[in-house]
């Protein structure tokens, strides 16, 4: 027991010191459930229900239509976009917030090639989250001669000497979904600059979990989505970050009438708004919008850097629990011990991951798992704690050595 108690003390340690602890006052967890599942949907701020009802009942409810000028909706998507840009080291005017990832890479990616005439290939990882690809090829689809290539981040540099000068965008992720591990976004973004190519930025994983500088990497284009670490809602809407420097040439692909110059003069053809405003498409969701607007107001005097470094913490510690108590149980962590290459979330291996993500589950500890056998804990340093993530183990731990679960794969149908 001398391992197991060491532990808790470590645990009990990291806990008491942790200048973050208070933050978790901000959300409404719900009592006797242990939430590592935040990288897939952040659980509810307590600013959220009040700014919702406040949305629906005096808003929508009593000011109606007045709403769009007299509360602030028109100008949502910007005045949001602009909180997010915070998050990710965007100065103002650059962001956008709404519709979907997926619809704001389709963007992102469009605008990117057009920015590169004549260069054919555009690179993406071959691990890249699904949608990221699907959409790499829709957007090549669309231009004759365009091609994909899947190059994974650590064989970049070689791969652009030989094709860089064809190269018109690298579209990644410095998250791996799958693993949790973090690629240098710095580094890639320099190397697809050296080859004048754009570096598009799918920040997923990474907006509201560390520091990000996408001003000061002169980044070119990034997404992310507002349901992840930005604790949105479900379906939360998602941004855009376009950098100044490229705002008078971008040519969007969906030119919808919010981002013409003059949305309300009914023009016949369309011409795009000055700034990052064009790069807005139809009437936003404003209760979605408002929602996150609300979840955001948990990270106004969060230090992100502050918030990185716990993450740090409750990851290795959370490895080193998988050490002691799993891996001799035979499931083995894939996650990178490097803190300089782990984001923020553990993985870890074992053949059956779908029965022990739900015998977690109904032990109250929520996790999720990636087909075929990987087991996802997410840490949120806003509300985890070093005491959960010891126990999350513990009961993994007890339910591999008494078999107490189901080892038949998933059947069909959405897993979370
Ligand atoms: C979560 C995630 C998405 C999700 O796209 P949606 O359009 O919001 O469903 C896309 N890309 C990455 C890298 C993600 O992690």
Redesign the pocket.
């Known amino acids: 027991m001398t391992t197991a108690t060491s532990l808790e003390d470590r645990a009990a340690r990291a806990d008491a010191e942790d200048p973050l602890a208070p933050l978790a006052g901000r959300f409404l967890l719900p009592e006797g459930v242990i939430y590592l599942d935040g ?2 949907l952040g659980p509810l701020p307590a600013a959220v229900p009040p700014a919702l009802a406040d949305a629906v009942g005096r808003q929508w409810g009593t000011d109606l239509i007045n709403s769009w000028n007299d509360n602030g909706w028109w100008q949502a998507p910007l005045r949001i976009g602009d909180t997010i840009g915070r998050l990710v080291g965007a100065a103002p005017g650059q962001t956008v917030a709404g519709d ?6 389709f963007t992102a990616l469009g605008a990117a090639t057009a920015l590169r005439p004549g260069r054919p290939l555009l690179v993406t990882d071959p691990g ?5 690809r699907y959409l790499a090829d829709a957007v090549a689809r669309r231009h004759d001669g365009m091609e994909v290539c899947r190059v994974p981040p650590a064989d970049l540099e070689p791969f652009l000497a030989g094709h860089g000068s064809r190269v018109a965008a690298v579209s990644y ?1 410095p ?1 791996d ?1 799958r693993t949790g591990e973090l690629y240098d976004m710095a580094a890639l973004t320099e190397a697809t600059h050296r080859a004048g190519a754009l570096a598009v930025w ?4 990474a907006a509201g979990a560390m520091p990000l500088r996408l001003d000061a990497l002169e980044v070119d284009l990034a ?6 670490f930005l604790n949105g809602g479900p ?1 939360a809407p ?1 941004w855009l970050y376009a950098a100044r420097r490229h705002h008078d040439a971008l040519d969007t692909p969906l030119t919808g009438w919010n981002g013409h110059a003059h949305p309300f003069a009914m023009h016949r053809d369309y011409t795009p708004a000055p700034g990052i405003a064009r790069a807005r498409i139809g009437t936003p969701p404003i209760l979605s919008l408002l929602a996150l607007e609300a979840a955001l107001t948990v990270f106004e005097d969060v230090d992100l850097s502050e918030l990185r470094a716990k993450s740090l913490s409750l990851t290795d510690f959370f490895l080193t629990c998988a050490d002691e108590l799993l891996t001799p149980l035979g499931i083995t962590p894939v996650t990178p011990r490097d803190p300089a290459r782990r984001a923020g979330h553990v993985a870890l291996r074992h053949p059956h991951a779908h029965g022990l993500t739900r015998a977690l589950a109904d032990r109250g500890v929520v996790i999720d798992m990636r087909a075929p056998d990987l087991l996802r804990f997410g840490v949120n340093a806003l509300y985890t704690t070093h005491t959960e993530l010891l126990t999350a183990a513990r009961h993994l731990r007890a339910v591999v050595r008494e078999s107490a679960y189901d080892p038949a794969p998933p059947r069909s149908g959405p897993v979370t």
Do not use: E, I, M, R
Request: hydrophobic fraction near 30%.
């Open positions: 990288n897939s979907s990832t997926s619809v704001q890479l890249h989250f699904p949608t990221d992720s998250v979904f799918d920040l997923c994983h997404v992310g989505c507002g349901y992840k379906g998602a």
